[in-house]
């Protein structure tokens, strides 16, 4: 069977035949499929308060989305969008980020 490209049809993004839920990259801005983006959190550390992923989307509070890629992550930091995402003032900590995502890109 033939795989069809996703195709977007009164707003929705449609993958084989069924509307799939989208989020926007914070980093890039690009609006896509929600399984093709890595869901964030932000959670209170022993310094402050650091973003980590969570690829289950189990983790509560409020969540951020992001391509699984340092490239969007750097746009994402350049652009200060983490506070504006996550609604909080003052700096996040994204080390953990940045170690997962170069520990997922090393395993690739």
């Known amino acids: 069977m033939r795989q069809v490209p996703p195709t977007r049809r009164r707003g929705r993004l449609m993958v084989r035949g069924r509307a799939v839920p989208r989020r926007t990259c914070v980093g890039c801005r690009i609006c896509t499929a929600k399984s093709d983006l890595l869901r964030l959190v932000v959670v209170e550390g022993p310094v402050g308060f650091n973003v ?11 969540g951020a989305s992001l391509h699984p890629d340092l490239a969007c992550l750097e746009l994402a930091e350049r652009r200060r969008a983490f506070p504006r995402a996550f609604r909080r003032a003052g700096p996040l900590e994204v080390g953990v980020l940045r170690q997962w995502l170069e520990s997922q890109q090393a395993g690739s």
Do not use: T, Y
């Open 52 to 62: 980590v992923p969570d690829p289950r989307g189990r983790m509560p509070g409020r």
